[in-house]
């Protein structure tokens, strides 16, 4: 095998801070369907939305180192919060691809908006960034851009209750300033939140266009790995092991929730001891 075979094989690193980051694994999964996936989520230390930068940015970085050992040949921060919070630093770190979930998303909500007005939903660290509103102006000033912490989101996802009328009720308390202000087009700012999208949609109604980072970030991560070389032409023989989790925590439950939204059936999450990285 060339030089050139070995990296292409390689495997893609994929985090965030526990199981929201399966919504982008998912979507690599399916665009990409040639490259292995090393996918970490940090459930010993979930949340992130509600921590500070600096927090933020040492458990990415450790992430990020322990994904190295792995030997990746790209690394997708599949979390909102560590992309608004930690990327810029890591990307001076590290020598390989490195990309967030961010700039995809503010870049396919401007392309969708009609009336200029763009809403983002996410956890309260990552709408208290401005990241979002920041990215979105740097590139069409015109643009306004509302966004709104719906911290509640994320526990209600994780405790199964994707349709159900307590998220219809806290959909609609939050989502109310949105619609008052007449947005055409909301970023779905959190990996929980494409589990509800259906709720979010009917709440916002049929005029509103909904965006996932989790769809943009797997077609940026493409483009990106091909136009480095990376790429990688075939699916992996068998024997290899395509996609393959680690945990800090709790990986019994790690699995269970993984195999209520992968069709790919996941049969195990190692545990690993993050913050000796
Ligand atoms: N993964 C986080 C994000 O996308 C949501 C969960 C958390 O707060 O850690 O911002």
Redesign the pocket.
């Known amino acids: 095998m060339s030089e050139r075979e070995e990296l292409c094989n390689r495997p893609v690193g994929v985090f965030?801070?526990?199981v929201?980051?399966l919504t982008v694994a998912r979507e690599i999964m399916r665009q990409l369907p040639n490259e292995r996936i090393v996918y970490f989520g940090d459930t010993a230390r979930?949340?992130?939305?509600?921590k500070s930068r600096d927090t933020v940015t040492k458990y990415s970085r450790q992430i990020v180192r322990f994904l190295q050992t792995q030997d990746v040949k790209a690394i997708v921060v599949a979390?909102?919060?560590a992309s608004a919070y930690a990327l810029d630093e890591l990307e001076n770190e590290v020598d390989i691809p490195i990309i967030g979930v961010v700039k995809p998303g503010a870049r396919a909500a401007i392309e969708a908006t009609r009336n200029g007005k763009i809403g983002v939903i996410?956890?309260e660290?990552?709408v208290s960034s401005g990241i979002y509103s920041r990215y979105i102006n740097e590139n069409d000033k015109n643009v306004t851009v509302l966004s709104k912490a719906c911290p509640l989101f994320?526990p209600l996802v994780e405790e199964g209750l994707w349709e159900d009328p307590v998220t219809d009720e806290i959909a609609e308390r939050y989502l109310a300033e949105l619609i008052d202000v007449g947005i055409d087009t909301l970023i779905l700012g959190?990996?929980?939140y494409p589990m509800i999208r259906s709720t979010i949609g009917r709440t916002m109604g049929e005029s509103v266009t909904l965006v996932n980072p989790a769809y943009e970030t797997a077609r940026e991560l493409k483009q990106l790995l091909h136009d480095s070389g990376l790429e990688s032409d075939h699916r992996p023989g068998l024997g290899t092991e395509l996609y393959r989790f680690f945990v800090s925590d709790a990986a019994d439950k790690f699995q269970k929730f993984a195999n209520s939204i992968l069709t790919y059936g996941i049969l195990s999450a190692k545990v690993i001891a993050i913050d000796e990285y």
């Open positions: 965030d801070s526990g929201g980051g979930v949340p992130y939305g509600s979390c909102n919060t996410a956890t660290a990552t994320v959190c990996t929980h």
